[in-house]
């Protein structure tokens, strides 16, 4: 069995309750691209950041026991050479000091000269890939820019992503490349997956779309329509690369037949886990330029508060407190499940009690 250590299960069976292992800092909110799925599409800018300062934030790591996993994302992380040089890397330098798995959240499209300045701090680089040409690339990748980009601008970003991406790989880079299941994509991920696979993406992550900012614009696909999409996935995919699902709306407590065996299949196939939202489960976010700590992807939810004020254990703890968490609280070891965040649960589940439920059919392992 695959450990993913951003998996909340891991640390909720060895502690006996949720505890903050995984810590999310937004580097910047500057990006070269306008994603029609962005999750933080409305705090995308194009104003001059003053960041935090960066001891005060390794300070307050310092004083979470239970830190196992830090990520850094945006915005595009690598957008600036200065943030990178006075931001970005000092945190995954102190990380990987104290022995944390890391990741950086990147589109790839930058020099790739910037990338492997990362790579002695980085066990993952988190790509976004939804493409299977430049079209999909210019279609995609600007779909909320203000103003039109030219077709051979897109075209040297996807080719600069795709070479880098490659060498990056070759460099021995683990990278990880994430694919959102939307109308646009569903009938393409199989493909997109063997195009990934050629490339030397050790690991392709798949999430279905959710309404969170830019997203909320676009069609949502039904329970239906990503069962099949999932299937037609299974059989269609290069099945030598690790395939990780994320925020899947399918849960072993479902009393729907065709949801337990689509995850009786994804337990059986090889190379496949299924990742437990970390989500208001065992990780914050960390905002690097306002500072505000919030719950990620729930964004009808208040800031927790702000790392130079409250410090990270306290909102943590706050959250823990709320309603919002205790809500969704519920844990089955029988299925390794920690259930749902509150944007699943919001999307597919409203009204639906998921502490009563119980796993109907269990799986291996």
């Not at 798949?206 to 037609?232: G, K, Q, V």
Request: include cysteine; hydrophobic fraction near 40%; proline fraction near 5%.
């Amino acid at each position: 069995m695959i450990k993913d250590p951003w998996d909340p299960y891991w640390s909720r069976k060895a502690h006996g309750r949720h505890v903050l292992t995984s810590i999310e800092v937004t580097a910047t909110n500057h990006c070269n691209l306008r994603c029609e799925h962005c999750a933080v599409g409305d705090l995308l800018t194009t104003v001059r950041e003053q960041h935090l300062d960066v001891e005060m934030v390794i300070d307050q790591l310092a004083q979470i026991p239970t830190l196992e996993t830090f990520s850094i994302t945006g915005g595009e992380p690598t957008y600036s050479v200065e943030t990178l040089r006075t931001f970005v890397i000092p945190l995954l330098k102190y990380a990987k000091k104290r022995n944390l798995s890391t990741q950086i959240n990147t589109n790839a499209t930058l020099p790739v000269d910037r990338y492997k300045a990362l790579l002695p701090f980085v066990d993952v680089i988190h790509i976004s890939y939804n493409y299977l040409d430049v079209v999909d690339f210019h279609e995609i990748a600007f779909d909320k820019n203000k103003h039109p980009v030219n077709r051979a601008v897109a075209q040297r970003l996807y080719q600069t992503m795709n070479e880098n991406v490659a060498e990056l790989a070759q460099l021995g880079a683990f990278v990880s490349a994430e694919s959102i299941i939307t109308e646009r994509t569903a009938n393409k991920l199989g493909a997109i997956n063997r195009r990934l696979a050629q490339m030397g993406v050790q690991r392709h992550e798949i999430h279905p779309l959710y309404p969170s900012d830019f997203a909320r614009f676009m069609r949502l696909l039904s329970l239906d329509e990503l069962r099949l999409c999932i299937t037609r996935l299974l059989d269609e995919r290069a099945s030598h690369v690790w395939m990780l699902f994320g925020t899947l709306p399918f849960f072993w407590c479902s009393d729907v037949p065709e949801d337990r065996a689509l995850l009786e299949r994804l337990t059986a196939s090889p190379n496949v886990t299924v990742r437990n939202d970390p989500d208001g489960r065992n990780r914050l976010n960390i905002n690097g330029i306002s500072g505000e700590m919030v719950v990620q992807d729930f964004n009808s939810l208040e800031p927790l508060g702000f790392v130079q004020r409250e410090g990270i254990m306290q909102a943590f703890e706050a959250w823990q407190a709320s309603q919002s968490f205790t809500k969704y609280n519920c844990y089955c070891p029988e299925a390794m499940c920690t259930g749902p965040n509150l944007i699943v649960a919001d999307t597919y589940y409203r009204g639906v009690e998921f502490q009563t439920r119980r796993a109907v059919m269990t799986k291996g392992g």
